[in-house]
């Protein structure tokens, strides 16, 4: 498949809100100016907000693009009903945001602790206020279509289009499946493929462009020198799995990752 007017449209739209909610979360990071206990209320105060519109915002955006896509299959389609309260906030992780936004300052702490520079201690912060943010983003891109797609019957299944200039090699071999729309997309933090709903008559099976899954394990030869399709010489397992995370869903990894509880995750880069 390939993207449409309406897909690239939809993707520019989420993109602007994502660069929008990074940009002013990451200043208000910054200027913070320094990171102690005193300083969480401070930053969650001013950015939480921001965080929060934000998914709505892709949420919105989201629902809207669904229902444009339907009315090419069913045109006397109404209006489809969202409740933000289910695919936003605490609902995307079953925590409250201001503990997972706390999180950031914790790997500061952390990293100082363990001797690390205050520079290199804020670079660890940084990275992780930035992978929540995109996380939470697409999650409630994900947790939209999973809702606003039971309200669809007409539309079978869920594929995931690329839309990046560069794809991890997760994303890209994800973007030959095909998906159950009863099943949240999996996702892997800082994810911005695009997941599309699609009518079929019937199920197209697993894998739904052959020509590219062989060129990726094409690629993985190359990278490594062999490649063998029963997952024996080289575990293709390894490369894309579903694991089961304690928070956000499914999440594209590799086999080996385990996640600990809510309390104590530090997610795959």
Same mark, same amino acid.
């Given at each position: 498949? %390939? =993207? ?7 993707? &520019?739209?989420? $993109?602007?809100?994502? *660069?929008? @909610?990074?940009? !002013? ?55 489809? %009903? =969202? ?7 605490? &609902?995307?992780? $079953?925590?409250?945001? *201001?503990? @997972?936004?706390? !999180? ?77 729309? !009863? ?87």
């Amino acid at each position: 498949m %390939s =993207l449409s007017p309406l897909d690239r449209r939809y993707g &520019a739209a989420v $993109g602007g809100v994502w *660069a929008s @909610v990074l940009g !002013r979360v990451g200043r208000s990071w910054t200027d913070l100016g320094s990171w102690r206990g005193s300083d969480v209320h401070r930053f969650q105060r001013t950015s939480l907000p921001i965080i929060l519109a934000g998914q709505r915002q892709v949420a919105s955006l989201t629902a809207s693009y669904l229902e444009q896509l339907y009315r090419d299959v069913d045109r006397s389609a109404g209006r489809v %009903s =969202l409740d933000f309260d289910e695919v936003t906030g605490k &609902a995307l992780r $079953g925590v409250d945001p *201001a503990e @997972v936004y706390r !999180r950031p300052f914790k790997d500061v702490w952390t990293g100082l602790s363990d001797g690390d520079g205050i520079d290199e201690a804020l670079e660890l912060g940084t990275h992780r206020l930035t992978t929540l943010i995109k996380t939470d983003l697409q999650l409630a891109r994900t947790h939209t279509v999973r809702e606003v797609g039971a309200e669809m019957p007409r539309f079978a299944y869920t594929v995931r289009e690329l839309q990046g200039e560069y794809d991890c090699a997760l994303c890209m071999i994800a973007s030959t499946q095909r998906y159950t729309k !009863r099943d949240l997309a999996p996702i892997h933090p800082g994810c911005d493929c695009l997941v599309k709903l699609v009518t079929a008559d019937t199920d197209p099976g697993q894998v739904i462009d052959e020509k590219r899954l062989e060129r990726i394990h094409d690629l993985v030869e190359e990278a490594v020198g062999r490649a063998d399709r029963s997952g024996r010489a080289v575990d293709y397992r390894k490369i894309i799995i579903a694991n089961d995370h304690g928070e956000i869903g499914p999440v594209l990894g590799f086999r080996g990752q385990h996640f600990t509880s809510r309390d104590d995750i530090r997610l795959p880069t």
